[in-house]
């Protein structure tokens, strides 16, 4: 089992940075994917960022530009650059495990982090 901790959210004003991160332990040998996903009231979960073991990024449209995903020592950052109050959402870390092996099928996540962007 892999478990995430995140850290760092809170409430910044429009054209602010901040950055986010997750703690990971536990079996992260079998994470191949690393992402952050965030949610807004009323609104499905969806990704923002994600990273692959091997160091390839990919990033939603919508913060493509302004925000960066890294991973290293177990431990997975979003840095989110010219922040939008239509960025405010709760976000959460994930883990995507490999799901063969020894290693879990299910998806880890993180406990979620408020971001507040005010104008």
């Known amino acids: 089992q892999v478990r995430l901790v995140e850290s760092g959210g809170g409430s910044v004003q429009a054209g602010d940075s901040l950055t986010l991160s997750c703690a990971a332990d536990?079996?992260?040998?079998?994470?191949?994917?690393w992402a952050w996903y965030r949610q807004a009231p009323g609104k499905e979960r969806e990704l923002v960022a994600k990273i692959t073991s091997g160091g390839s990024a990919n990033y939603a449209d919508f913060v493509k530009g302004r925000f960066a995903i890294s991973v290293a020592r177990e431990i997975v950052t979003l840095q989110m650059n010219s922040l939008r109050p239509e960025n405010t959402a709760v976000y959460y870390c994930?883990?995507?495990?490999?799901?063969?092996?020894?290693?879990?099928?299910?998806?880890?996540w993180g406990q979620g982090s408020q971001v507040t962007v005010s104008s």
């Open positions: 994930n883990a995507h495990p490999m799901g063969s092996g020894f290693c879990d099928e299910n998806d880890f």
């Open positions: 536990g079996l992260t040998i079998c994470v191949a994917t």
